[in-house]
């Protein structure tokens, strides 16, 4: 998608409509990241918050001509949803955050069941294969590192690079057909 | 690299991400700012993304979104509040304690007033109980003043018994046509514990005593003036002393004064 540069340079200047549209437009993702990350959606909802005044308040730390808003967001996101997992359980790492991932949080807790679209939804996510799950789930919803990745699925850095693009053209194809 | 080994080398990907290692980082940049085509593929990698986080997302509350503007703005309060002393807001709260405590100060200073009124009602009242007293006292003396300075009264002297109490007299004011007799007690000590002195009127011839009556506690009657009536015709009067409650007898040996009537 496009990147609303516009909104972005309105909100640094402390235009709180610019940021309600921002907010509009990631809220729902960054939660969706926050939560496979916490497996707690009440705490999600604390992270989601605290992340979002936080980009408020530091909004001047990212730079348009320099990477991708969604990127920088996404960073804040896990970072602190990874803080959190690790204050509240020290013994939370990444490793342990690979043990669930973002598809079967979904299906075990009964959210499913809250979305109108829950056929829609179970219908989507079937058509990943299950080894474009698991990568996609540690490089994307976890904030894996390349290296970190490749260590954790045993496969090489090459090899990484290559299904990771093939799985996120699946999913291309799935979303915008 | 050329366009299409940049996009088919799985590093936008990983860049969209968040993974790739900062030092591969510009590369990718300065690829997206040259070429349109390298723009538009990292833009459609990130719309698959946010799409598939958005689908897997529990349903988002409404009041996270408030809850987030309340935090911001309550920080800009706060900022606002710390850079600039609001004397105007001191003045006031210094001026409402102020005005608490003068109103607790007066309060206090009404109910003293309001007890210092209270004695000195009750001390009014005790000098105007003590005045009237007086003045009851005062005209009663004035009475007797008046009954003994009259000419219906003799005043009759009765010297002490030389044998019982050398020092000891009494006066009797006599009035013979409605016998009344007063009988002025001050010259006659304070009688013992347990006795009390009697009067008698006397015949001479033969010697025939007659009660007239006792006279009581002289410190509580106040004057030392005590009233008999019914008094028979007298030649004499006698005092004794006398068993508390009286004598129908006279004991001659405790007379303390006697006196005889003039003709």
């Not at chain 1, 907010?23 to 496979?36: D, H, K, M, Q, V």
């Not at chain 1, 320099?66 to 204050?87: C, E, H, P, Q, V």
């Not at chain 2, 709260?93 to 005005?99: E, G």
């Not at chain 2, 018994?161 to 009494?170: C, K, L, W, Y």
């Amino acid at each position: 998608m496009e990147q609303p540069n516009g909104l972005i340079l309105e909100m640094q200047n402390g235009n709180e409509r610019a940021f309600s549209k921002i907010y509009a437009l990631y809220s729902e993702a960054i939660f969706g990241i926050i939560n496979s990350i916490v497996l707690d959606e009440s705490v999600a909802e604390e992270i989601l918050q605290d992340v979002f005044v936080k980009v408020w308040n530091k909004s001047n730390s990212y730079d348009i001509k320099k990477g991708r808003f969604f990127t920088w967001l996404l960073n804040i996101a896990r970072n602190a949803a990874i803080d959190s997992t690790r204050s509240k359980a020290s013994k939370a790492s990444k490793k342990n955050l690979s043990a669930s991932n973002f598809v079967n949080i979904l299906f075990d807790n009964d959210n499913l069941n809250q979305k109108t679209n829950a056929i829609g939804i179970k219908n989507f996510v079937n058509k990943l294969k299950p080894a474009c799950i698991k990568i996609i789930d540690l490089l994307y919803f976890k904030g894996f590192t390349q290296t970190e990745a490749s260590k954790s699925l045993k496969i090489p850095l090459g090899t990484l690079k290559t299904r990771n693009r093939n799985c996120i053209k699946d999913l291309r194809t799935i979303v915008l057909g | 690299m050329t366009v299409e080994e940049i996009i088919a080398s799985g590093k936008l990907e990983l860049y969209v991400c968040g993974s790739l290692p900062s030092e591969e980082i510009s590369e990718i940049e300065e690829a997206i700012s040259s070429y349109p085509e390298v723009r538009k593929e990292v833009e459609e990698i990130e719309t698959a993304l946010v799409h598939l986080a958005k689908i897997v997302a529990p349903p988002l509350p409404a009041m996270i979104w408030t809850s987030v503007l309340n935090s911001i703005r309550k920080v800009r309060n706060i900022n606002e509040d710390s850079t600039a002393t609001n004397w105007a807001a001191i003045t006031g709260w210094a001026a409402a304690i102020l005005c608490i405590g003068g109103i607790f100060w007066m309060l206090q200073q009404n109910n003293t007033l309001k007890d210092d009124i209270k004695i000195t009602t009750t001390e009014n009242n005790e000098l105007k109980e003590r005045i009237n007293r007086t003045e009851g006292k005062l005209s009663q003396v004035n009475e007797l003043l008046a009954i003994l300075g009259s000419k219906d009264f003799d005043a009759i002297l009765l010297p002490g018994n030389d044998a019982v109490a050398p020092e000891a007299f009494a006066k009797v004011h006599f009035n013979k046509r409605d016998h009344l007799a007063y009988v002025d007690a001050t010259g006659l000590p304070k009688a013992p514990v347990g006795k009390v002195y009697q009067v008698w009127s006397l015949k001479l011839d033969p010697l025939t005593p007659t009660n007239v009556g006792l006279l009581g506690n002289v410190e509580e009657n106040g004057t030392n003036i005590f009233k008999f009536e019914n008094i028979p015709d007298p030649e004499a009067f006698g005092i004794t002393l006398e068993p508390e409650g009286g004598s129908d007898t006279p004991t001659l040996s405790q007379l303390y004064t006697f006196g005889t009537i003039a003709p």
